[in-house]
Nanobody, 126 residues
Framework: QVQLVESGGGLVQAGGSLRLSCAAS????????MGWFRQAPGKEREFVGA????????AYADSVKGRFTISRDNAKTTVYLQMNSLKPEDTAVYYC???????????????????WGQGTQVTVSS
């Protein structure tokens, strides 16, 4: 089992940047594929991006493609979400999630992730 703790959220003006971190505990961190999701008030939880165990395959939602970048450091058991050119519609609670299944290599459905962090609030002002 893996425990996940997100950090790095906050308030930023439109056009600004934030970097979220998701620290994982557990010696088998490198066995987990990781995902980022977000949920705005009154909306469904939505996929932001996902990365394979080794970091060789990354997928992004169309809404963040070209603005957000996922990376992972298996030595530090941490996955990052670099968010640039932020927009007010990016405002949400951001969650990282982990899954151990090998297939598919990246998963976009939140129901495929059994392990979740507590979330971190990102607010983008206009």
């Amino acid at each position: 089992q893996v425990q996940l703790v997100e950090s790095g959220g906050g308030l930023v003006q439109a056009g600004g940047s934030l970097r979220l971190s998701c620290a994982a505990s557990g010696r088998t961190y490198s066995s987990y594929a990781m995902g980022w999701f977000r949920q705005a008030p009154g909306k469904e939880r939505e996929f932001v991006g996902a990365v394979t165990r080794t970091g060789d395959n990354i997928a992004y939602a169309d809404s963040v493609k070209g603005r957000f970048t996922i990376s992972r450091d298996n030595a530090k058991t941490t996955v990052y979400l670099q968010m640039n050119s932020l927009k007010p519609e990016d405002t949400a609670v951001y969650y990282c999630a982990a899954r151990i299944a090998a297939l598919p290599p990246v998963a976009t459905m939140w129901s495929m992730y059994p392990y979740w962090g507590q979330g971190t609030q990102v607010t983008v002002s206009s």
